[in-house]
């Protein structure tokens, strides 16, 4: 019903930066949040940030003044612009959306993961 396509992960070394994005398409009415999740190597997946449909945006408190999420409302994606990239950013990051879906007997909110993007920070 709702399909996500992330692209834009890889290896990059300490200092650098990198684009993520996400593309959500389906039997979309509209889209309430959009956010990225990460998954470091032996820990629980976690926050990164979140933009509602207004543009509020929450950020976790490691990634603050380093990362940003621009979102574009009209393609229905979103990014995550990720500068001054440390080690500890590495994971595998995960696109979330949370949309108002059309259905057979009226709209639901639904809530999708993408299928995960691996960002890689190493010299």
């Known amino acids: 019903q709702v399909q996500l396509v992330e692209s834009g992960g890889g290896l990059v070394q300490p200092g650098g930066s990198l684009r993520l994005s996400c593309a959500a398409s389906?039997?979309?009415?509209?889209?309430?949040?959009m956010g990225w999740y990460r998954q470091a190597p032996g820990k629980q997946r976690e926050l990164v940030s979140v933009?509602?449909?207004?543009?509020?945006?929450n950020y976790a408190d490691s990634v603050k003044g380093r990362f940003t999420i621009p979102r574009d409302n009209a393609k229905n994606t979103v990014y995550l612009q990720m500068n001054s990239l440390k080690p500890e950013d590495t994971a595998v990051y995960y696109c979330?959306?949370?949309?108002?879906?059309?259905?057979?007997?009226?709209?639901?909110?639904?809530?999708?993961w993408g299928q995960g993007t691996l960002v890689t920070v190493s010299s």
């Open positions: 389906g039997s979309i009415f509209s889209i309430n949040a």
């Open positions: 979330y959306v949370k949309a108002l879906i059309v259905t057979m007997t009226g709209q639901r909110y639904l809530e999708v």
């Open positions: 933009v509602s449909s207004g543009g509020i945006t």
